[in-house]
């Protein structure tokens, strides 16, 4: 198993710039979480989804979208990229009965 | 969620037990205890979870005192690569502890 994988690892964008961040995992888990952390802070979540076609708001949704059309796939859209984006995205993933969440790699995202 | 409370740093020396510990006063009975650890840059690992007994697993134990109000994460053996972010998380458990509010940890530094 790969796991939770994200793409891209870097990416940087002017202010205004749309772009998605990917996530996928091959582990067949029904919950798959957004989280963006900053320099010195925890992890703070954005958006999680329950299972495919259902999705909702975390601590710090605004900004952002998210769609779940299938299990494995959990993009996280940038409509309108803002300085304040400029954060660490991890992606996680984590099955009906299981205890633990699994994380990405990250994709560290530079607004200029 | 119930809140944790942890020291920010703690310095411990290679091969010897490095021990974590957390405050969570307001702990409710069906509230777990998770710990995760993030090494620098990479994405959150679960470590442990427990909810009123001592834990024991191939990373680590967790000790949970009586009254559930505190706990103590130990690495027995600490290693260079256990130089990471250690998170304390109090949750319930089943399909909705996906949704982790993570705080700022404390910065474990294992030295040569």
């Known amino acids: 198993n790969a796991g939770v994988t994200q793409t891209p690892k870097f990416q940087v964008l002017k202010t205004g710039q749309s772009m998605t961040l990917q996530c996928a995992q091959d582990m067949n888990h029904e919950y798959m979480s957004w989280y963006r952390q900053d320099p010195g802070m925890g992890l703070r979540l954005i958006h999680y989804s329950v299972g495919a076609g259902i999705t909702d708001q975390g601590e710090v949704p605004n900004g952002y979208n998210v769609s779940r059309s299938t299990t494995e796939d959990f993009p996280l859209r940038l409509l309108s990229a803002a300085p304040s984006q400029t954060s660490v995205y991890f992606c996680a993933s984590k099955g009906g009965t299981g205890k633990e969440q699994y994380f990405g790699p990250g994709t560290r995202l530079t607004v200029t | 969620d119930a809140k944790t409370t942890q020291p920010t740093s703690m310095d411990c020396a290679e091969g010897r037990a490095a021990n974590l510990p957390c405050n969570h006063s307001t702990i409710s009975g069906n509230e777990y205890v998770y710990w995760y650890r993030q090494i620098h840059s990479q994405g959150p690992q679960y470590i442990i979870h427990?909810?009123?007994n001592n834990e024991t697993n191939e990373m680590a134990s967790l000790i949970i005192t009586e009254d559930r109000k505190s706990s103590t994460l130990i690495l027995p053996h600490a290693t260079l690569r256990d130089t990471a972010v250690y998170y304390c998380?109090?949750?319930?458990?089943?399909?909705?502890?996906?949704?982790?509010?993570f705080g700022k940890g404390t910065l474990l530094t294992v030295n040569p």
């Open positions: 998380i109090v949750r319930v458990s089943g399909g909705s502890n996906y949704k982790l509010t």
């Open positions: 427990g909810l009123k």
